[in-house]
Every structure is written in C-alpha cells, then in structure tokens.
C-alpha cells in the first residue's frame, strides 16, 4: 500500500510540475506573441488567456489537494511521523494558488474589462491599466513562488524513506 501510495504521490507530482512548467513557459507567453496578435486583438487575447489561467488554478487546487491527501494517507498508513516541511510546503502552496483563483483573478479580469470596455472614459482606462499592471506583476511574482515549491515538493516526494529507521527492535533479534 505505502508503494502504492507513494507512486500517487509521484504521479501528481509530475503532473504539478509539468503544468507549472508548460502553463510559465509555453501557454501563457503565447497568448502575448506575434503569432497571437495576428491572430486576435490584445484584449481577445487577455480575456482568452484568463480563461487558460483560471483552468491552470484548478489544475493547481487539485494537486495541491491530491498531494495533501497522499501525504496524510501516508502518514495515516506508515505511521512514521507526518512531514512538517512538506505539509508546510503543501499548505503554502494551495494558499498562495487560492489567493490567486479568488481574490487576484476576479480583480484582474474587472479591471481587464474596465480596461477595454468602449464605455469607460480614458482616466479609468489609465487607472485600470496602472492596476491590473500591478496585479499581474503580483500574480507573476506569485507564480514563480510557486515553481521552486513545487520542486522542492518534487524532491521530497521522490527521496528514498529509510526503512532501517522504522523497523522495530524486535526484528533484529537473534
């Protein structure tokens, strides 16, 4: 059950970094590229790539979900102590994804469409630019916090348990 448990643990793993890695890296700049604006307007292409960071925030809840729960089952099943910086680690990252799903999000997309609604007049344009600016920068900042969590998570998830340190006494009796 614990090898089992183990590679669930891995398994999510590799799908968090993987996606961490693909949306930082790949996604998300295309929908700001050449390519993209021959393509699509600016704000088509800020209100497409809201709706890819939205689905990148479930991906995230649920693997930071799916990881707290392996880690708890595991520690449930071994019985060896539960991982204080790993659940630290795990906890902080789910925070950090929640913030950016429900309090940065919502606001970044008021502001986008303050931003390009024909309705709005030139000084709330200017001061939602300024500020959406500000939360993009924040929620960026955000996701590069969240790159080394998730490696960190990575290795500690995937380093070898000593076996030898919980074996009972009565094992190596003669």
Request: proline fraction near 5%; charge should be positive; glycine fraction near 6%.
């Amino acid at each position: 059950m614990l090898g089992f448990l183990r590679l669930i643990g891995i398994l999510n793993a590799a799908v968090w970094v993987g996606s961490v890695f693909f949306f930082t890296f790949a996604a998300a700049p295309a929908f700001f590229s050449k390519d993209m604006e021959a393509i699509l307007p600016r704000s088509h292409a800020g209100a497409a790539a809201q709706v890819l960071i939205y689905r990148y925030f479930i991906v995230q809840q649920w693997c930071a979900g799916i990881a707290l729960a392996q880690l708890i089952a595991e520690w449930l099943y071994s019985g060896r102590p539960l991982k204080r910086l790993t659940l630290m680690l795990l906890m902080g990252l789910f925070l950090l994804n929640l913030l950016g799903a429900y309090v940065l999000l919502p606001r970044m997309k008021e502001l986008h469409l303050k931003r390009y609604s024909p309705q709005t007049t030139i000084e709330v344009k200017m001061s939602a630019a300024r500020s959406f600016r500000i939360l993009h920068a924040t929620s960026s900042i955000i996701n590069l916090l969240v790159i080394p969590g998730v490696l960190v998570y990575l290795w500690q998830v995937t380093k070898p348990v000593n076996p030898a340190r919980f074996t009972s006494l009565t094992r190596f009796t003669v």
